[in-house]
T-cell receptor, first 117, second 113 residues
Framework: AQTVTQSQPEMSVQEAETVTLSCTYD???????LFWYKQPPSRQMILVIR??????QNATENRFSVNFQKAAKSFSLKISDSQLGDAAMYFC??????????????FGQGTRLTINP | NAGVMQNPRHLVRRRGQEARLRCSPM?????VYWYRQLPEEGLKFMVY????????ESGMPKERFSAEFPKEGPSILRIQQVVRGDSAAYFC???????????FGSGTRLTVV
């Protein structure tokens, strides 16, 4: 079974600095998707970034980028120029197919990110 | 185009009562998923449904929990005889038949007192 591990329960960073959140996963599949979700105090799950395993190029979305190391099964999130609004819980997730066209997500335990002004 | 709608946002139940959580998927989405988030944990998959069919319920507790997605109306997650350990945030998500677009609702926070 696929598992996702986030080894940093909490992280903090100074505003405008860069922070990296770690995630490792375990799978025997060769083609899959990985995600980072942000969960602010409002509880809404917000998709931050997505990576397809067959793509070697690391995904980037504005200030958010990933370092995807397929062989090491590592998928870290880098947040550049941190802003106060980035403060939230961040979850790494692996997408597992149930049947064609339907998937379920396996989540890590989360990392609580604090931004210091 | 409204997103995934969940209600109520907060629900308080006494031990032994029933809890009913509702989820209306995004327009055009025919797949519904329920997840549970215990305090300070990640979301855990519970069940996947299509209209009138439960496809995968591998994450559902064996007793007291049930889910449905009728031909008409929202999907319902039902918890009978609630206990304190059922206190959690319950999230619904939906996706279209083809492609990506896995969208979460805002969740229902269930508190059992």
């Amino acid at each position: 079974a696929q598992t996702v591990t986030q080894s940093q329960p909490e992280m903090s960073v100074q505003e405008a600095e860069t922070v990296t959140l770690s995630c490792t996963y375990d799978t025997s599949e060769s083609d899959y998707y990985l995600f980072w979700y942000k969960q602010p105090p409002s509880r809404q799950m917000i998709l931050v970034i997505r990576q397809e395993a067959y793509k070697q190029q690391n995904a980037t979305e504005n200030r958010f980028s990933v370092n995807f190391q397929k062989a090491a099964k590592s998928f870290s999130l880098k947040i550049s120029d941190s802003q106060l609004g980035d403060a939230a819980m961040y979850f790494c997730a692996y997408r597992r197919e149930i049947i064609q066209g339907a998937q379920k997500l396996v989540f890590g335990q989360g990392t609580r990110l604090t931004i210091n002004p | 185009n409204a997103g995934v709608m969940q209600n109520p946002r907060h629900l308080v139940r006494r031990r032994g009562q029933e809890a009913r959580l509702r989820c209306s998927p995004m327009k055009g989405h025919s797949h519904v998923y329920w997840y549970r988030q215990l305090p300070e944990e990640g979301l855990k998959f519970m069940v996947y449904l299509q209209k009138e069919n439960i496809i995968d319920e591998s994450g559902m507790p064996k007793e007291r929990f049930s889910a449905e997605f009728p031909k008409e109306g929202p999907s319902i997650l039902r918890i009978q005889q609630v206990v304190r350990g059922d206190s959690a945030a319950y999230f619904c998500a939906s996706s279209p038949v083809q492609g990506h677009g896995y969208t979460f609702g805002s969740g229902t926070r269930l508190t059992v007192v």
